[in-house]
Each structure stands twice: as structure tokens, then as C-alpha cells.
């Protein structure tokens, strides 16, 4: 048994400790936001925030992730998440979406990235692509994405 708080939520679930937290989220826990890419950390797909920072569920053991706190897109974009719901209309005004597979890695990539700026602070679009550079879009929407970073962080200011 193992216990995850998840979007602020307890849980005890049924899990071997090395199962991936992707896994327990979305197989027992049916939060299924979180997308299964690559399962080698390469693609972004699966990010989750972990303690606040932005972390692969896909290779992330369950153990690794008790006691502390998983964040996963459906708490960053459900409108509480002051940073989640600025990206979110800038993921919108910036119509970066095609396939949209990988959006909430990106997404949850970018408020990771917002978050751990100093208030304020407007990110060069090298920071950007650097901060980003882990997640893959195979639509190839980098260009829009940039865009819509640096407008969160503009309507963040």
C-alpha cells in the first residue's frame, strides 16, 4: 500500500513502490491528464509537478512520491492555479495546440518554469526554449509555444 497526495488529496492506493506515479495516476487513480510518451523521460508527455517542480511520471517510482505533494494537470488548469490559468489562456490566445498529445506536459512544464521565477521576472526567450527544451512537439508548435510562455509571464508581472 501506498500513499500519494495528489492535487491535494489523500490516497492510499494498491501499488508496488517501483510503479511509475504515470501509471498509478492514471490506471488507479483515473486522472488521466498526465499521457504516457516515450516511458524513457525523453519526450515530457508525463510531466507531473513534484513538490513544485516539474518531474517525469513516467520513470518516477511511487515510492519516490510519498510524503509529498503530486500535482498533475487537472489541478493546474482547473482555474485555482493562478500561473496554471495564465498559461492556459495563453495556450488558447496563442492557439498552440494542433494534436494537443503533449500539451499537458507542456503546460505543466511551463507553470514549473513561471513558478521558479522571481516575481516579475520576464523570461528571454532562450530561458524559454531552455526551460522547455525537455518537452516534445511532434506538431512542432515551439514557435507559438515561446509566445504563449512569455505572455503568462507578462500577464503574470
Request: aromatic letters at 4%; charged letters at 15%.
Amino acid at each position: 500500500m501506498s500513499s500519494l497526495n495528489v492535487n491535494g488529496r489523500q490516497y492510499t492506493i494498491d501499488a508496488d513502490p517501483g510503479t511509475p506515479i504515470l501509471w498509478a495516476l492514471r490506471d488507479t487513480l483515473g486522472m488521466t491528464g498526465t499521457k504516457f510518451g516515450c516511458g524513457a523521460a525523453l519526450c515530457g508527455a508525463c510531466t507531473v509537478h513534484l513538490d513544485g517542480q516539474a518531474t517525469r511520471s513516467c520513470i518516477t517510482p511511487v515510492s519516490a512520491a510519498e510524503g509529498r505533494k503530486i500535482t498533475t494537470i487537472e489541478a493546474v488548469t482547473d482555474g485555482s492555479d493562478p500561473v496554471g490559468a495564465a498559461v492556459h489562456a495563453a495556450w488558447v490566445k496563442h492557439d498552440v495546440a494542433q494534436c494537443g498529445y503533449c500539451q499537458s506536459g507542456q503546460i505543466m512544464s511551463a507553470t514549473g518554469f513561471l513558478k521558479s521565477l522571481p516575481r516579475g521576472k520576464q523570461p528571454t526567450a532562450a530561458e524559454i526554449d531552455s526551460a522547455m527544451a525537455g518537452n516534445i512537439c511532434r506538431c512542432g508548435t515551439y514557435v507559438r509555444i515561446r509566445a504563449a510562455v512569455a505572455d503568462a509571464a507578462k500577464t503574470l508581472a
